[in-house]
């Protein structure tokens, strides 16, 4: 199959027109690319699994173009969830409500419960409408890989897999969304993102997270696979064992992938060391933390990524590095 990458109304339309035929399509999103299929239609949706190599018990989340739409695919929609659809969408995050039965097994692996996102991209609403059917997407990257912020990292996973990659540019949030379960009175965080618990109990009065010290609920399915692996040896360190974890390792051609101001202290000192800086602040480092993970992997080969600890957006961040390093952080 050939893959096109098109981009503008072109792209849409033609997109919109496989959707509706039964087919596949990448598309953009503020977080991540999404690979979507009809939410409605089982036999499209496994064609997802099929492309991605997904495990067949990871549920997918399904996006709509309008917040209203949440009830065509789920019910139920308690006060808090809709306390939380008010405060953040459209926006990065993804709210987990009891399905309706128009949202088949295949979609939610089986599960009673359906996640719903409302992104904010333009070009992701625009298709979502035009297609006229809610969209089932995964982050449109080969099952355990890095999630694609840009058209070409999806096409570098999916050429001839799909038959269009719709081009929006980079991905300006960088993460994926906070997973949140509201099938209970007080909000649970599947999975950490863009949008922290803090913002979250702003809002609700409470939040729990599935690591803390309460847990209600499972963490979501997909958080036990192996994720944002890179081809190559990964590692996180805190700010003090960079340098060490870099010399021990220079005969593999190394590379740090660390903050701004990190990248600055360890120049001066190691002016020779190979360095990419991710950016000054969290929100920068989460918007460009996969790309340059992906640009790293084509250039060294091991990667050793600064540990930015669990404050705030950091945890979230966190929670993708250290998953790439396959759970380690060198302390
Ligand atoms: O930002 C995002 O969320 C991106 C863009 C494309 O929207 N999508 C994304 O999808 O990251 P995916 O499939 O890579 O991650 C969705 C996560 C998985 O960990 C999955 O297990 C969890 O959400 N999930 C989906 N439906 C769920 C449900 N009903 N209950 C619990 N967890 C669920
Ligand atoms: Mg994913």
């Known amino acids: 199959m050939k893959t096109e990458v098109l981009k503008g109304k072109k792209a849409i339309d033609k997109g919109a027109e496989l959707i509706n035929r039964g087919e596949i399509v990448a598309f953009p999103t503020e977080t991540v690319y999404g690979l979507g299929a009809n939410a409605f239609n089982e036999e499209a949706v496994k064609k ?80 979502i409408k035009k297609c006229g059917v809610p969209i089932a997407a995964p982050s449109a990257n080969a099952s355990t890989r890095i999630s694609p912020t840009k058209a070409e990292y999806v096409l570098e996973d999916m050429d001839g897999k799909i038959p269009l990659i719709i081009d929006g540019g980079m991905s300006k949030v960088g993460i994926e969304s906070t997973v949140v379960s509201v099938t209970d009175d007080i909000p649970i965080i599947l999975r950490p993102g863009y949008v922290t618990s803090k913002m979250i109990a702003k809002v609700t009065g409470v939040c729990k997270n599935f690591s803390g010290e309460i847990i209600k609920s499972a963490p979501a399915p997909g958080m036990k696979y192996k994720h944002y692996a890179p081809v190559k040896e990964t590692v996180t360190a805190v700010r003090e064992k960079l340098e060490e974890t870099y010399l021990l390792n220079v005969n593999k051609n190394p590379v740090l992938l660390v903050s701004n101001k990190t990248a600055d202290i360890i120049k001066k000192n190691n002016p020779k060391f190979n360095i990419i800086k991710l950016g000054k602040s ?14 790293a992997e084509k250039i060294y080969d091991f990667i050793i990524i600064e540990y930015f600890g669990e404050e705030g957006i950091y945890k979230s961040i966190s929670n993708r590095t250290v998953k790439s390093a396959g759970g380690k952080i060198i302390k």
């Not at 996006?63 to 926006?91: C, R, T, W």
């Not at 969290?282 to 640009?295: H, V």
């Open 282 to 295: 969290g929100i920068k480092i989460a918007s460009r933390i996969f790309s340059e993970m992906r640009k």
């Open 48 to 127: 997802i699994f099929q492309a991605k190599g997904r495990p067949s018990d990871n549920p997918l989340i399904v996006h709509i173009a309008d917040k209203k739409d949440i009830y065509k695919v789920a019910e139920n929609v308690s006060a808090v969830a809709q306390k939380l659809i008010e405060a953040f969408m459209p926006g990065p995050i993804t709210i987990v409500l009891p399905k309706r039965k128009e949202i088949g097994n295949t979609v939610t692996a089986g599960l009673n419960t359906v996640g719903v996102r409302c992104p904010e991209n333009r070009v992701a609403r625009a298709f």
